[in-house]
């Protein structure tokens, strides 16, 4: 099986078999990191570094613990008090980068394609860490291996995303990352959350949650992206919980052993219900945060497979 990305920018770029190759590997990373010595010299003599336009501590540690348990040297780029507050150009801060020749770069970016055009500046390899409302390749192939693991396969299922579909870039990856594994997708969410064209991805929309969640096999929350919103699409924090926020009552409408998922920081009580987020029969939140550590190790494991062989491509 191969995998021939030199980046890791998005699921679109890749192939279904690609995906299966990253998930495959992910899992041996998931018993590596249940052991008591939980280092490798995969990556040692490599160089990764970690820059954070946004704010993000889950995902910034979560790569961060990726490197180091491969025996990457990891430093991490405070770029909300650098030198691009002070005009410099994405460019210059490619230029910066090539100066001290990583080996991986880990990015997250407030502007859809601005990892693209770093990827085609710098000499390295890039994996996006989430960029505008573009992509987030990472916690798709994260949501995909939790899937996998609860369900026993990650093909021809009925999958529901629910919430702030229009502003979640998490949402597009993992429509992309499911459609091309050929599963069954339901979004359901208020029709001011729901993005321009959406039936282009050929899914079903929903703005009720008990008939959206018939029958479903996963339950995938999305956090309501304030940040981005600049505009009244929601009544109130209280109202959208009473009618698109996850309890007990909407789930009995899904299959008596659906999964629900949510790829954090939550809103409880806005989003989901706290006690069903915590019930270990039913939530795989916690199991989410594990793989991602897993998935992002396999992630710069093939890429820097790729960064050594020639051709670039890489067996596994």
């Known amino acids: 099986m191969r995998f021939d990305q030199r980046h890791l920018l998005g699921i679109e770029h890749l192939r279904p078999d690609e995906i299966t190759t990253l998930l495959d590997l992910a899992d041996k990373y998931v018993e590596l990191n249940r052991r008591r010595d939980k280092h490798s010299r ?9 820059m954070f336009f946004e704010n993000s501590t889950r995902t910034q540690s979560s790569f961060e613990l990726a490197g180091k348990r491969l025996g990457a040297d990891v430093m991490n780029m405070s770029m909300q008090a650098s030198s691009i507050k002070k005009g410099e150009t994405l460019i210059d801060t490619a230029l910066t980068l090539n100066a001290m020749h990583p080996d991986l770069l880990v990015v997250r970016h ?62 597009r990856s993992n429509l992309l990352l ?3 594994m050929e599963n069954r997708v339901r979004l359901i969410g208020p029709p001011t959350l729901m993005p321009n064209r959406i039936g282009d991805f050929g899914v079903e929309v929903y703005d009720d949650m008990r008939e959206g969640l018939k029958d479903v096999d996963v339950v995938m929350m999305l956090r309501l992206q304030k940040e981005r919103m600049d505009g009244g699409f929601i009544p109130s924090e209280r109202e959208y919980f009473h009618r698109f926020g996850l309890d007990a009552e909407k789930l009995s409408h899904a299959k008596d052993d659906a999964i629900v998922m949510h790829p954090g920081p939550m809103n409880r009580g806005v989003e989901i219900d706290g006690t069903l987020a915590d019930d270990i029969n039913r939530s795989v939140i916690q199991e989410q945060v594990e793989m991602g550590v897993a998935v992002r190790m396999a992630a710069m494991d093939l890429l820097a497979r790729n960064l050594r062989a020639s051709p670039k491509e890489v067996m596994v």
């Open 42 to 50: 995969t990556l040692a003599g490599l160089t990764q570094i970690n």
């Open 110 to 171: 407030p502007h859809s394609g601005a990892v693209d055009l770093l990827a085609q500046k710098v000499n390295c390899a890039v994996i996006n860490a989430g960029d505008g409302r573009h992509e987030h390749p990472t916690q798709a192939l994260l949501d995909a291996l939790t899937i996998r693991r609860a369900k026993g396969r990650i093909h021809r299922l009925n999958i529901a995303i629910c919430g702030d579909i229009a502003h979640s870039r998490v949402a």
């Open 178 to 180: 499911l459609g091309k």
